[in-house]
């Protein structure tokens, strides 16, 4: 696990554990977890679902938790859709 798992967890209200296993495509969140990784990354529920559908999910959510190690912060950098 990396620095980066634990601010996102902190963010998002899962357990380092499960950001990881998010991450490295182990594990895909309950929906409980994506609406909260929508309310605090602005990645929509509509384009995760798309993501996991689309077998990408742990690549989008890389995607759309940036870190950003400088600022010490987590950046959504995964557009919107439209």
């Not at 634990?6 to 409980?32: D, F, Q």
């Not at 990354?41 to 689309?54: C, D, F, H, P, V």
């Not at 999910?57 to 870190?67: P, R």
């Not at 950098?77 to 439209?82: D, E, L």
Request: charged residues 25%; without cysteine; positive net charge.
């Amino acid at each position: 696990m990396t620095n980066q798992d634990a601010e996102l967890s902190k963010t998002i209200g899962l357990t380092s554990s499960m950001i990881y296993k998010i991450r490295k495509g182990e594990r895909h969140p309950s929906v409980r977890a994506m609406i909260e990784i929508e309310n605090k990354l602005g990645w929509s529920l509509n384009e995760q679902i798309m993501a996991r559908k689309a077998g990408k999910y742990h690549e989008a959510f890389v995607a759309a938790a940036k870190y950003e190690p400088e600022l010490g912060t987590v950046t959504r950098i995964y557009p919107k859709s439209a």
